[in-house]
């Protein structure tokens, strides 16, 4: 946990409530617009048969239940990664189409702190992509119009409350993660994207998945939704709490090669026998190119708050409240 010394909110709670709706109706339709997507409904429960939902990292665990009068096991979504692909096959979307959801997720396992917390609220995004496009170059002109929707909803956002003065540059630094790890070897996976966010303010760091030279990864994917070759998060600088702060992790997601050989890497290949890897590597579901940007965190970002409990409701430890309380920080 962070306490910035003399924190004070720059809004109160009811104007932090404005706020948010502000932030959220404001960011969506930049979002869709600059990317092309329709807004569409989604699950909050999947079933386990249907190998759909967001293992993560591969070790948290789902919280799923028995369903009265349906036979097998339900789980909360964890995110939505593969369930959007599938949406786009279902609904006929084309090249150049996308669509986005509000995502409500719960992850049991993480450990909260000012940026995490056990409910995960997101914009879920996916678009239809060509072969041709199964490229850096392309995924990195999507980041620069997705940070472009942000600098754009964070100049609405200070036009209304003048009292804030978040800035955040469009100008997005590239790197990928063994780069990163060349660049700065004795430190760890956080302390290095702390040291490159500091230095340049907005950056997208790419390739997260696989071993870097050290045998180490930079950080766990699922091996089953993004290329690893062909992702990265959107990191900005959040000067409150003086780290790096992730807000979105995309990417271009799995053809049947990499699929095959990523679910090879991790010891998964029982995975193949499930609709939706079977869609990929027939060839029946589209390439796509989508990620989760966080809708607490983006507030959280925007409205400079010390911790992600004053934008969003959540389980908190009665440990945590009090320290909050003591450091002026009013979770919700």
């Given at each position: 946990?962070?306490?910035?010394?003399?924190?004070?909110?720059?809004?109160?709670?009811?104007?932090?409530?404005?706020?948010?709706?502000?932030?959220?109706?404001?960011?969506?339709?930049?979002?869709?617009?600059?990317?092309?997507?329709?807004?569409?409904?989604?699950?909050?429960?999947?079933?386990?048969?249907?190998?759909?939902?967001?293992?993560?990292?591969?070790?948290?665990?789902?919280?799923?239940?028995?369903?009265?009068?349906?036979?097998?096991?339900?789980?909360?979504?964890?995110?939505?990664?593969?369930?959007?692909?599938?949406?786009?096959?279902?609904?006929?979307?084309?090249?150049?189409?996308?669509?986005?959801?509000?995502?409500?997720?719960?992850?049991?396992?993480?450990?909260?702190?000012?940026?995490?917390?056990?409910?995960?609220?997101?914009?879920?995004?996916?678009?239809?992509?060509?072969?041709?496009?199964?490229?850096?170059?392309?995924?990195?002109?999507?980041?620069?119009?997705?940070?472009?929707?942000?600098?754009?909803?964070?100049?609405?956002?200070?036009?209304?409350?003048?009292?804030?003065?978040?800035?955040?540059?469009?100008?997005?630094?590239?790197?990928?993660?063994?780069?990163?790890?060349?660049?700065?070897?004795?430190?760890?996976?956080?302390?290095?994207?702390?040291?490159?966010v500091k230095e340049h303010g907005t950056v997208f760091i790419q390739q997260i998945g696989g071993k870097l030279k050290s045998g180490k990864k930079h950080d766990g994917r699922a091996p089953d939704y993004d290329d690893w070759a062909l992702n990265g998060d959107i990191f900005a600088w959040n000067d409150l709490l003086g780290c790096a702060f992730e807000i979105s992790s995309m990417g271009i997601r799995v053809d049947a090669?990499?699929?095959?050989?990523?679910?090879?890497?991790?010891?998964?290949?029982?995975?193949?026998?499930?609709?939706?890897?079977?869609?990929?590597?027939?060839?029946?579901?589209?390439?796509?190119?989508?990620?989760?940007?966080?809708?607490?965190?983006?507030?959280?970002?925007?409205?400079?708050?010390?911790?992600?409990?004053?934008?969003?409701?959540?389980?908190?430890?009665?440990?945590?409240?009090?320290?909050?309380?003591?450091?002026?920080?009013?979770?919700?």
């Amino acid at each position: 946990m962070i306490y910035p010394k003399d924190y004070k909110s720059r809004l109160s709670q009811r104007e932090t409530q404005y706020a948010i709706k502000t932030v959220k109706d404001t960011f969506q339709l930049k979002l869709s617009k600059a990317l092309n997507l329709d807004r569409v409904t989604a699950p909050i429960m999947v079933t386990k048969a249907s190998g759909i939902n967001d293992d993560l990292n591969g070790v948290e665990r789902k919280v799923h239940f028995t369903m009265k009068n349906i036979e097998g096991e339900a789980e909360v979504v964890q995110s939505l990664a593969k369930w959007k692909r599938m949406a786009l096959y279902k609904y006929g979307y084309e090249r150049g189409e996308g669509i986005y959801t509000d995502m409500n997720a719960i992850r049991r396992d993480d450990d909260t702190d000012n940026l995490h917390s056990l409910f995960v609220d997101q914009w879920d995004w996916c678009r239809v992509i060509s072969k041709e496009e199964r490229n850096v170059g392309f995924l990195k002109e999507i980041v620069k119009k997705i940070v472009k929707a942000i600098v754009q909803t964070n100049d609405v956002v200070k036009d209304t409350y003048p009292m804030l003065s978040f800035e955040i540059s469009d100008e997005v630094f590239f790197i990928t993660t063994q780069e990163l790890e060349d660049m700065y070897p004795d430190l760890t996976s956080k302390e290095r994207e702390d040291a490159i966010v500091k230095e340049h303010g907005t950056v997208f760091i790419q390739q997260i998945g696989g071993k870097l030279k050290s045998g180490k990864k930079h950080d766990g994917r699922a091996p089953d939704y993004d290329d690893w070759a062909l992702n990265g998060d959107i990191f900005a600088w959040n000067d409150l709490l003086g780290c790096a702060f992730e807000i979105s992790s995309m990417g271009i997601r799995v053809d049947a090669e990499s699929l095959h050989r990523q679910l090879e890497e991790e010891g998964c290949l029982e995975r193949e026998q499930f609709p939706f890897h079977k869609g990929i590597l027939d060839g029946t579901l589209p390439l796509t190119i989508g990620g989760g940007i966080g809708q607490s965190r983006l507030c959280m970002l925007l409205l400079q708050k010390a911790h992600i409990g004053e934008v969003q409701c959540s389980v908190w430890s009665d440990e945590m409240r009090e320290e909050c309380k003591k450091n002026n920080i009013t979770l919700l």
